[in-house]
């Protein structure tokens, strides 16, 4: 197993991603088809969150709650692959200003996201455009799966509709480098008191309680451009 030194970031992201994005898909579909509500008489209206979840399933069951989910599960394990495989290259690089680290990290994961986003944007318009395919909808052409709506973006679109919502999603880059820079204070500050090394080894229960409020504090953060990418993506 020696040839997979190196890359057990990378591996963590790959499978942890898959995971999250198969167990929580669910509720980043009620996310989406949220955030693309402006109004439109033909979008659904929920009245909370149950009955959307209670809409969707009488109409198509659980595969209903899973529509979209090919693209997530392609674009999801691979951004958070390639974001922990060089998140800590880039910051190694970054990392000339000991007095900030806050801002070291912010800025090394910034530039990590914005070259994976450059990659896998395609994938997240496939995503937005196969959760808003709604069920009442039934005489609208429906896309045949992720390799169809990516032939539909490129014949109608071109390269350009690959992109769209790239720009906000720059922005959202941030989401995971204020996660990622809020964790690594929060531990870096548990060890000091502690009085352990900064790369010490800590609880389990440590590591839940700071990445539950990283995450937290980064989605509340910037969940605005998520609506703004969102409604960019939407094929009118």
């Known amino acids: 197993m020696n040839f997979l030194i190196g890359y057990e970031h990378f591996i963590g992201g790959i499978a942890g991603g898959f995971v999250s994005t198969a167990t929580c898909h669910p509720f980043d579909l009620l996310k989406i088809r949220y955030s693309a509500n402006e109004g439109n008489q033909l979008r659904p209206k929920y009245s909370s969150y149950l009955d959307a979840i209670r809409k969707i399933y009488s109409a198509n069951g659980v595969r209903g709650l899973y529509r979209g989910i090919t693209p997530a599960v392609v674009a999801a394990p691979l951004s958070w692959g390639l974001y922990f495989h060089f998140y800590n290259r880039i910051r190694s690089f970054t990392n000339t200003s000991p007095k900030y680290p806050f801002f070291d990290n912010l800025l090394a994961g910034s530039i990590t996201g914005g070259i994976i986003l450059s990659l896998t944007n395609p994938f997240w318009v496939c995503k937005t455009r196969m959760c808003l395919q709604y069920e009442h909808l039934v005489n609208e052409k429906q896309f045949s799966g992720l390799v169809g709506c990516l032939k539909n973006v490129w014949k109608t679109e071109g390269l350009r509709g690959f992109y769209k919502g790239y720009i906000p999603g720059l922005i959202g880059t941030t989401n995971g480098a ?27 229960l440590d590591y839940l309680l700071f990445s539950t409020i990283s995450k937290c504090s980064s989605t509340i953060i910037t969940f605005p451009y998520q609506v703004l990418r969102t409604r960019l993506q939407v094929f009118n």
């Open 178 to 204: 204020v996660q990622f820079a809020i964790y690594n204070r929060l531990k870096d500050y548990r060890c000091h008191s502690l009085g352990l090394a900064q790369d010490s080894q800590l609880k389990p």
